[in-house]
């Protein structure tokens, strides 16, 4: 009989490689196994810039806040490269629900402070401010680019085997500790046998999961946030999130929440929040669609003085989105599942890694509220876009 391995990640971007990670360190026997080569560009693990946004107020966001800073800082000194860079974010626009979280983020211990419109206009000329502003002064920029690697080089001298240019056929469940796995590489098709297998696939979870299981709809979005050039070269750049509302005065050609940073060399980026096309991730077009990147031009100019609207770079990733904008982290028999981060999950990964590890090694359960069977209100996706979790 062929030799069973303990655990096989399907899916070597973040969350997959934080797993790995996680469980290496553990001691446990891992192998990840990426479709693509390393550095691709094809999901949503790329780039240099996300936001790291405390802008939370439900309690179990905070949690993980909390526990993602001690473990983004433990990754940086265990390959000795500084994962955040503290530039501070600010978020406005929804001013009794920066209220609420202030008061939350106050009682867990993360720093914030609310400033007048006065304030933030004084310290960030290259945004405009017409109301209070919550600014979270610990906040600032992760690096995908950096911190991939860095999960997987640590894991990796923990023991953890990771393989790139390999795609899964098929997955067979065949008992609670026995699945089958018909791989495909440049070498040809092969099978192995597993124990656990965590899939973290991104955007290909829905089409890995769909016959196997029924969880919540996963719905692939292809966004578009544009690198505006800076204008004004003195300007200062927080990450920053605007809580609007698509079609109140000041808004009315807007298609949700604002996000944006700046990125060294590239300059602000901006996008809007889980409005993308649908989309298949293998059939992508990576073109802008041209109504959404114009009224991206428009609130650039009205809301973005330190910047060029007319000078830009495209960019495009996708959002594997949830109805309710929380993630999918559960078990099912001797599948693990992490899916669905709906565009806000980059900043969660360490924590992600390390409940998908608890779940393999059964030692704790994910938080209720990401369990694969829970019922969701079809509005809820709607409501919460005009929140403040975006990247």
Request: glycine residues 12%.
């Amino acid at each position: 009989m062929a030799a069973r391995l303990d655990t096989i990640i399907i899916g070597g971007g973040a969350m997959g490689s934080a797993t790995a990670w996680a469980l290496a360190g553990r001691g446990r026997d891992v192998t990840l196994l990426e479709q693509f080569d390393p550095g691709h560009k094809l999901g949503a693990s790329h780039g240099i810039t996300r936001n790291l946004n405390f802008g939370y107020a439900d309690p179990t966001y905070v949690r993980m806040l909390s526990e993602s800073l001690d473990l983004w800082k433990l990754l940086g000194q265990q390959c000795g490269m500084e994962q955040i860079a503290r530039t501070g974010t600010v978020n406005h626009g929804a001013p009794a629900v920066q209220a609420k979280t202030l008061q939350v983020l106050t009682r867990a211990g993360i720093r914030a402070e609310e400033l007048t419109a006065g304030e933030a206009s004084a310290r960030w000329r290259g945004i405009r401010f017409d109301g209070p502003a919550l600014h979270m002064p610990d906040g600032g920029q992760l690096n995908p680019d950096l911190a991939l690697p860095s999960f997987q080089q640590v894991a990796r001298e923990a023991g953890a085997h990771i393989r790139h240019g390999v795609r899964l056929l098929e997955l067979r469940i065949l008992a609670d500790d026995h699945v089958i796995l018909t791989l495909e590489s440049g070498s040809g098709t092969e099978t192995l046998h597993a124990r656990n297998v965590v899939v973290t696939a991104g955007a290909w979870s829905k089409h890995l999961l769909g016959d196997l299981f029924t969880i919540p709809k996963l719905t692939v979005t292809q966004e578009q946030p544009l690198h505006f050039a800076p204008a004004d070269g003195n300007a200062v750049w927080p990450g920053f999130n605007h809580a609007l509302v698509p079609g109140s005065p000041g808004f009315e050609n807007a298609y949700s929440p604002v996000y944006g940073m700046f990125t060294p060399g590239e300059g602000v980026k901006a996008g809007w929040h889980g409005t993308g096309a649908i989309t298949d991730p293998d059939r992508r077009s990576f073109a802008a669609e041209p109504a959404q990147r114009r009224a991206l031009q428009d609130y650039a100019r009205e809301w973005l003085p330190g910047v060029d609207a007319d000078s830009f770079t495209e960019i495009s990733c996708t959002y594997t989105n949830t109805e309710d904008e929380d993630f999918i982290l559960d078990r099912i028999g001797p599948i693990v599942i992490g899916a669905g981060f709906s565009g806000h999950g980059f900043k969660f990964t360490p924590v992600i890694g390390r409940i998908l590890a608890d779940l393999v090694d059964g030692s704790g359960p994910a938080p209720a509220k990401f369990a694969a069977g829970r019922k969701i209100a079809a509005s809820t996706f709607s409501d919460r876009r005009s929140g403040l979790s975006v990247e």
